[in-house]
T-cell receptor, first 113, second 111 residues
């Protein structure tokens, strides 16, 4: 298996623009997690899905952030409008029901100017 | 909700020495405790995990201990090598959900 796939790997955008991050979980995994990592705040869980359904989005910073999982093999995290403080590395991870090991994707490094 | 604390924030050891990183958690319902290693610019990767029905688990030079009563768990690395240098994160979750990571420990193994 190719593992968790994320795109793009790097994104540079200007403040106010819409940003869409994409994730393909490991085939067969039914949990998907979105994390944000910064030096100041560490690794923060933003939202997670089980069987494509959002279970807990309490970590989503504000209404500018939204996430969807239209099917078992694809999820998006959208920021609209983006702000400089959104600059971070965003990781997607997936895990298999009955096992708790999370497998992380390579991350998307986002820079908002 | 769950709160995970991790100490120390930075740790330097001489090559060949042991390193110990400690974490505490607050939610008694947590039953799964993984440890992740993150090298610079890379993704976090699981190195070892322990479940609440086990007190200790070992994998070669790495071991994890869990004290459920005190709500703390520790990572032990023996015979450290330069390639062990990385940031280590502990985490706690309840049945694979509500994952909360600790703030991380930057380990430096000095040659």
């Amino acid at each position: 298996d190719a593992g968790v796939i994320q795109s793009p790997r790097h994104e540079v955008t200007e403040m106010g623009q819409e940003v869409t991050l994409r994730c393909k979980p490991i085939s067969g995994h039914d949990y998907l997690f979105w994390y944000r990592q910064t030096m100041m705040r560490g690794l923060e869980l933003l939202i997670y899905f089980n069987n494509n359904v959002p279970i807990d989005d309490s970590g989503m910073p504000e209404d500018r952030f939204s996430a969807k999982m239209p099917n078992a093999s694809f999820s998006t995290l959208k920021i609209q409008p983006s702000e400089p403080r959104d600059s971070a590395v965003y990781f997607c991870a997936s895990s298999l029901r009955g096992e708790e090991t999370q497998y992380f994707g390579p991350g998307t490094r986002l820079l908002v100017l | 909700g769950e709160n995970v604390e991790q100490h120390p924030s930075t740790l330097s050891v001489q090559e060949g020495d042991s390193a110990v990183i400690k974490c505490t958690y607050s939610d008694s319902a947590s039953n799964y405790f993984p440890w992740y290693k993150q090298e610079l610019g890379k993704r976090p990767q699981l190195i070892i995990d322990i479940r609440s029905n086990v007190g200790e688990k070992k994998d070669q030079r790495i071991a994890v201990t869990l004290n459920k009563t005190a709500k703390h768990f520790s990572l032990h690395i023996t015979e450290t090598q330069p390639e062990d240098s990385a940031v280590y994160f502990c985490a706690a979750s309840s049945y694979g959900q509500n994952f909360v990571f600790g703030p991380g420990t930057r380990l430096s193994v000095l040659p």
